[in-house]
Structures are given as structure tokens and as C-alpha cells.
């Protein structure tokens, strides 16, 4: 049974920065594409970055394209979401989830049940202005 967790959350001002983690347990980690989500209240979940089983050519979300780095480290069966320059509207519940395929299909963003393998509880952020 594949198990997600994310941590790293809180509340935090605008303008700092959070780093989010994640372990996957149950598949074998360096298999497969991870991505980061977040739904904010009264939203739908908008997926905000990909990174492929080899950690090249992540992609992001436009929303978060020059403040947010995902990284992952095969070793440690970790994925990261460094998460700068905060704003209001990051606030949201984030989730990670390893994906079916090693690389960022071009429907990956959408979350559904044919692309992602698993979800988390979620990390709360929130960003105060």
C-alpha cells in the first residue's frame, strides 16, 4: 500500500519562505514522477510543480515560476517544495503524490485518479499579508 506524508507547513508572513517535505513508502521512489498540488478553500486543486524520476526538467505551475524549486533525493526517497517570496494567495492545503509514469505527462497538473498514484493528508500553508 503506497503511503504519502507531507510535513513542512505553517503560517508564515508574506515575503518569507517554507520548505515542504514528503516521503513516499510502498513503491519504489526513484520509479516514478512526483508533484506537488494545493487547494485552497472553495478552490479546485491546481497542480503547482513536476519533477521527473531523474530529477531533470521540473515544471511548474505560472502561479509559482520563479519562487517555488521543487528537488527530490532518490537516496533519501524524499520530495522537496522550497516555497520563497510567499504571498496571500499561496495559502492552501499542499499535497505531493507520486505519479503513474517516471516523467511529468502533459496531464499531470489535473490530478486525476489515472495519473496519480496516491495522496497525503496534506501541509497546511498560510500566508499572512
Known amino acids: 500500500q503506497v503511503q504519502v506524508m507531507e510535513s513542512g507547513g505553517g503560517l508564515v508572513q508574506a515575503g518569507e519562505s517554507l520548505r515542504l517535505s514528503c516521503t513516499v513508502s510502498g513503491l519504489t521512489f526513484m520509479a516514478y514522477a512526483m508533484a506537488w498540488f494545493r487547494q485552497a478553500p472553495g478552490k479546485q486543486r491546481e497542480g503547482i510543480s513536476c519533477?521527473?524520476?531523474?530529477?531533470?526538467?521540473?515544471e511548474y505551475a505560472d502561479s509559482v515560476k520563479g519562487r517555488f524549486t521543487i528537488s527530490r533525493d532518490n537516496d533519501k526517497k524524499m520530495l522537496y517544495l522550497q516555497m520563497d517570496s510567499l504571498k496571500a494567495e499561496d495559502t492552501a492545503m499542499y499535497y505531493c503524490?507520486?505519479?503513474?509514469?517516471?516523467?511529468?505527462?502533459?496531464?499531470?497538473?489535473?490530478?486525476?485518479?489515472?495519473?496519480?498514484?496516491?495522496w497525503g493528508q496534506g501541509t497546511q500553508v498560510t500566508v499572512s499579508s
Open positions: 503524490a507520486p505519479l503513474v509514469y517516471d516523467y511529468c505527462s502533459g496531464s499531470w497538473a489535473l490530478g486525476q485518479a489515472d495519473t496519480v498514484r496516491a
Open positions: 519533477i521527473k524520476w531523474n530529477a531533470q526538467y521540473p
